[in-house]
């Protein structure tokens, strides 16, 4: 990998609802920091979304930020409250048309440990690889309609779907991931008794093992694999599974690595990445300077990193090397926000992080 491509990168900025406008433009102080260090300039675009764009143009994701995007590799997205939206805004979700646009398929989540945070797992870092536009989320898998229906108003049913395309796609990304971490991929599924889907699932990521030969392979039903997080989670590394038991999974490693607060995530395909801290809105501390900004900027560092690989450009590599080991340093000098027990304010913990870098 190149140790520079170009000396300005253009990053989409889609700042969202609730503390949206507080955490995102930590994560772009954080990062500019980092970039300015590396001798790289960051050209923010910054792009109607959420509730502002529907007051705006009547839309939360309107097509002049579409066609913006469409022109980007990489973006930040920060959280939405989509259930306050009037209707029909809040039938279907910002992210939800975006993913879907861009066939955003991997959902990256990782969860470790850091020195200075309380963690119920002191030993815990895995990275949960989801598949992203599949399962029985509603929003995933009908050409249309939702998959959720009723056909009679005591009656309600979901159509969950998997496929050969997708469950092969996120398995090669996860071994991939594996490749670069300790070489250990864990399937995770429900095929004793979802023989058909998960059991698809299981099947296809087994054949796509088989071109990982250095790669350790083992797989888990999904509730024992959620037993043996609590129990022993230092023996996984790369864990991946279908749509719903990612979201489950990735929660419940995000707290025991401490709090959803430190918990990053990415959405990405092989050419696009959004980075989308995993935690929502939380529109009940929003505008009083709590927030917690950790998993917006880690996030944001996942996706420059990946988007730095992706363009070989090792001068963005270096940047997200920055940005994480400034937020694990600040951290580990006890300035944290009130939510992992410390006193410090969003801007303040921001500006720590700033200084570190």
Request: hydrophobic share 45%; aromatic share 6%; charged share 25%.
């Given at each position: 990998m190149g140790?520079?491509?170009?000396?300005?990168?253009?990053?989409?900025?889609?700042t969202g609802d609730g503390i949206g406008p507080e955490i995102v433009p930590a994560a772009i102080a954080v990062a500019d920091a980092a970039a300015g260090a590396e001798g790289?300039?960051?050209?923010?675009?910054?792009?109607?979304?959420g509730r502002t764009a529907i007051d705006s143009h009547d839309n939360p994701v309107p097509d002049e930020t579409l066609c913006a995007l469409d022109e980007l590799d990489v973006w930040v997205m920060g959280p939405h409250d989509s259930a306050s939206y009037p209707a029909p805004h809040s039938q279907r979700t910002p992210g939800a048309v975006i993913r879907t646009r861009y066939e955003l398929f991997a959902n990256l989540r990782p969860a470790r440990a850091f020195r200075g945070v309380r963690a119920t797992a002191?030993?815990?870092?895995?990275?949960?690889?989801?598949?992203?536009?599949?399962?029985?989320?509603?929003?995933r898998n009908m050409f249309a309609g939702s998959g959720e229906f009723m056909p009679t108003p005591d009656v309600a049913l979901a159509v969950g779907m998997i496929t050969r395309?997708?469950?092969?796609?996120?398995?090669?990304?996860?071994?991939?991931?594996?490749?670069?971490?300790s070489s250990h991929v864990?399937?995770?599924?429900?095929?004793?008794?979802?023989?058909?889907?998960?059991?698809?699932?299981?099947?296809?990521?087994?054949?796509?093992?088989?071109?990982?030969?250095?790669v350790v392979v083992d797989e888990q039903h999904v509730d024992a694999?959620?037993?043996?997080?609590?129990?022993?989670?230092?023996?996984?590394?790369?864990?991946?599974?279908?749509?719903?038991?990612?979201?489950?999974?990735?929660?419940?490693?995000?707290?025991?690595?401490?709090?959803?607060?430190?918990?990053?995530?990415?959405?990405?395909?092989d050419t696009k990445v959004m980075a989308q801290a995993t935690?929502?809105?939380?529109?009940?501390?929003?505008?009083?300077?709590l927030a917690n900004p950790v998993a917006m900027i880690l996030s944001t560092a996942m996706a420059v990193r990946r988007h730095g690989v992706a363009s070989s450009d090792g001068g963005l590599v270096a940047v997200a090397g920055r940005m994480e080991a400034a937020v694990a340093d600040t951290l580990a000098?006890?300035?944290?926000?009130?939510?992992?027990?410390?006193?410090?304010?969003?801007?303040?913990?921001?500006?720590?992080?700033v200084e570190r870098v």
């Open positions: 140790r520079r491509g170009a000396l300005m990168t253009r990053i989409g900025v889609l790289i300039g960051v050209e923010w675009v910054d792009l109607p979304f002191r030993d815990i870092d895995v990275l949960i690889v989801r598949e992203n536009t599949e399962g029985l989320y509603a929003d395309k997708a469950s092969e796609r996120i398995a090669r990304m996860a071994f991939e991931a594996a490749c670069e971490r864990t399937i995770v599924h429900k095929a004793n008794v979802l023989r058909l889907t998960t059991g698809l699932f299981r099947d296809v990521c087994r054949e796509v093992a088989a071109d990982f030969p250095d694999m959620a037993a043996h997080l609590v129990r022993r989670p230092s023996d996984f590394d790369v864990i991946v599974t279908e749509n719903l038991f990612g979201d489950i999974l990735s929660d419940l490693a995000g707290e025991l690595a401490g709090s959803l607060g430190l918990a990053a995530s990415v959405n990405c395909s935690h929502g809105a939380a529109p009940d501390i929003a505008g009083r300077g000098q006890s300035t944290a926000t009130a939510d992992l027990g410390g006193t410090a304010r969003t801007r303040e913990f921001t500006e720590a992080v």
